[in-house]
């Protein structure tokens, strides 16, 4: 046993044989999805990664409809499927996770929540205050991609920075689709706006990563385009201990379940199936912690499972 692998994770690991066969089946009525208390469970989950100190919080998440996230999947098959995992048929609650890490010399935040751009969402900073963070504290800020529900909340209302002492790093590719003319016929217009919206203003403290690299002692960057043409995976590699900030490579556990079942988000669905390939072979083979943004449930915290087709999500 590891050391920094909490007592959960590893009772959750040292059952995981018998776990698969639960999830498998679904005989016994189980159900990774579903999550009776998710009402009341915190907005942050405190962890540790070697020496590094994690916290996930959840910006406030989103229902999402079915359909939307299933696009290619017909009712009848989806809406079984959706039942046996105890889901509702007519819409899925996702939270929307972010990590924040303190190496010990730097302060780091993997995407900014959703501000008010989205219903219900915007607590991330409100939630870091109440565990006594500043968001000034903050001198590092991952971008994995674009989408409003991961830079929504980089301008407090008044237009100002609300991570104003950070350093922003975001893949070349993102950034030049979503201010190209060409974002404008692959996504949502409302989608286009909010993201130049929210990133104009920080254009002069950008980092654009143009390869996989160790951008930060111990903590690196892999490319997995697709649901977005820039999008990326941010690594902790702490001791013997990895943790994988995958994103939105796939938005939801039953996209590893069902690897063929796509949502209506990806801009790139061919080139989504290629990331989700190698970024899910590489956290099973190596047995490391993954956070999904919108993976059920908050803290969206677990480990990945190659199964004969496509992967299982263990939570921790
Ligand atoms: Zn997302």
């Not at 996770?97 to 501000?115: P, Q, S, W």
């Not at 609300?162 to 993102?174: C, D, G, L, R």
């Not at 943790?243 to 080139?271: F, Q, R």
């Not at 908050?298 to 499972?305: H, W």
Request: with cysteine; aromatic share 12%; glycine share 6%.
């Amino acid at each position: 046993m590891k050391k920094s692998i909490s007592r959960r994770t590893f009772l959750q690991l040292s059952s995981l044989a018998a776990s698969s066969l639960y999830f498998d089946s679904n005989s016994f009525g189980m159900s990774i999805y579903h999550d009776e208390n998710l009402d009341s469970r915190d907005d942050n989950y405190r962890f540790n990664l070697g020496g590094f100190e994690c916290i996930c919080f959840n910006d406030g998440g989103l229902d999402y409809k079915p359909s939307d996230f299933f696009k290619n999947v017909p009712t009848e098959e989806l809406n079984e499927v959706l039942r046996k995992q105890k889901l509702q048929l007519d819409s899925i609650y996702t939270p929307y996770t972010h990590l924040f890490v303190n190496t010990g010399k730097h302060r780091i935040l993997v995407d900014m929540g959703a501000g008010k751009v989205l219903p219900n969402n915007g607590n991330l900073p409100i939630s870091m205050r109440s565990v006594g963070i500043e968001p000034e504290d903050i001198d590092t800020v991952f971008i994995t991609h674009a989408h409003p529900d991961h830079i929504g909340g980089t301008l407090d209302d008044s237009g100002n920075l609300v991570y104003a002492n950070a350093q922003y790093y975001i893949w070349k590719e993102e950034w030049d689709f979503w201010f190209s003319d060409s974002a404008l016929e692959k996504t949502p217009e409302f989608f286009v706006k909010t993201a130049r919206e929210q990133l104009n203003p920080i254009k002069d403290r950008v980092t654009f990563l143009e390869e996989e690299s160790e951008v930060l002692p111990d903590i690196g960057v892999l490319f997995a385009p697709g649901h977005t043409p820039g999008h990326m995976v941010v690594v902790f590699a702490a001791g013997k201990e990895k943790l994988y900030y995958v994103a939105d490579t796939v938005l939801y556990p039953l996209h590893l379940e069902y690897p063929d079942w796509v949502p209506i988000y990806d801009i790139l669905p061919e080139i989504a199936a290629l990331s989700k390939n190698r970024i899910f072979n590489l956290v099973a083979e190596e047995e490391a912690l993954v956070i999904g943004q919108h993976f059920t449930p908050f803290p969206s915290l677990g480990k990945v499972v190659k199964k004969e087709r496509g992967w299982l999500w263990v939570p921790s």
